[in-house]
């Protein structure tokens, strides 16, 4: 996991991230429902995550929106 600061979260117990996930700068989770980030996922800087991201996906935005996937992580 590769996670480029600063990054809030609401809860922080409720955030499941997995293997080869890259968190840009400034990112944000909201997080008291649980969320999870699936493998090799990719959030972008400044990104408001309020729900689970699948694996392999690039995600952007407030809300964080899937734009793309990445090679190797289809679901």
């Known amino acids: ?3 480029f600061p600063p990054l809030r979260s609401d809860f922080g117990k409720a ?6 996930v890259f968190i840009n700068s400034g990112c944000a989770f909201q997080d008291q429902g649980g969320i999870t980030i ?17 694996a392999g996906a690039v995600v952007v935005g407030t ?13």
Do not use: F, H, N, W
Not at 15 to 20: E, I, S
């Open 38 to 54: 699936g493998d090799g996922a990719v959030v972008g800087a400044s990104s408001t995550v309020t729900k689970d991201v699948p």
């Open 1 to 3: 996991m590769t996670v």
């Open 63 to 75: 809300p964080a929106k899937q734009i793309s996937s990445v090679p190797g992580y289809e679901r």
């Open 15 to 20: 955030l499941r991230v997995g293997r080869d």
